[in-house]
């Protein structure tokens, strides 16, 4: 079976969820400092691996925003596919984490991902069931990695639910 399309858009729309951005929050001066150390460009790149190995590679510019939020674009390019994503990136003092929300141009996709605090990384974790552009089921479980300030890494796992068929990615990011 060839699945190079159906990865292709499984990769898109876990991509578009995995560079995620955060709600708007009022957040303390620690949190937006956690915050502000991943202002800059990334670029990323790594492999899509399923039926068939795809090189990704990605850039992602984050600035800053309003009430202490970071904004970003980013762009990843596999298979000769581009995808594009934007957001902001927060902490909520009510609820007391970081929270993330991504908008695609990917069938006008918005995800949301809680982030937690775990030493110096602050790891947001999605899991969402959604339908890809041509109506197939996938389950979808992304972690994307702030770690130390200086590093980003994104890990996405799809499992198409009609036909048991997997996609995996892991790109690593470095500050350009």
């Known amino acids: 079976m060839n699945l190079f399309g159906p990865l292709m858009r499984a990769a898109v729309l876990g991509g578009a969820m995995l560079v995620a951005g955060v709600v708007p929050?009022?957040?303390?001066?620690?949190?937006?400092?956690?915050l502000e150390k991943y202002l800059g460009t990334w670029n990323g790149k790594g492999q899509l691996s399923g039926s068939q190995t795809q090189p990704v590679s990605c850039k992602m510019a984050l600035s800053s925003g309003n009430g202490g939020k970071l904004n970003y674009t980013g762009r990843c390019s596999l298979g000769g596919a581009q995808l594009s994503v934007t957001g902001t990136i927060a902490y909520s003092d009510a609820n007391k984490r970081y929270e993330a929300v991504m908008n695609s141009g990917i069938g006008g996709f918005r995800g949301v991902a809680v982030g937690q605090k775990r030493g110096d990384q602050i790891v947001f974790d999605l899991k969402q069931r959604a339908d890809d552009n041509e109506g197939n089921d996938i389950s979808i479980a992304s972690t994307v990695v702030l770690s130390g300030g200086?590093?980003?890494?994104?890990?996405?796992?799809?499992?198409?639910?009609?036909?048991?068929?997997?996609?995996?990615?892991?790109?690593?990011?470095?500050?350009?």
């Open 25 to 34: 929050a009022l957040a303390g001066p620690a949190e937006i400092g956690a």
């Open 150 to 176: 200086n590093s980003l890494k994104v890990e996405f796992h799809a499992t198409f639910n009609d036909t048991g068929d997997k996609v995996d990615a892991n790109i690593p990011f470095t500050k350009a």
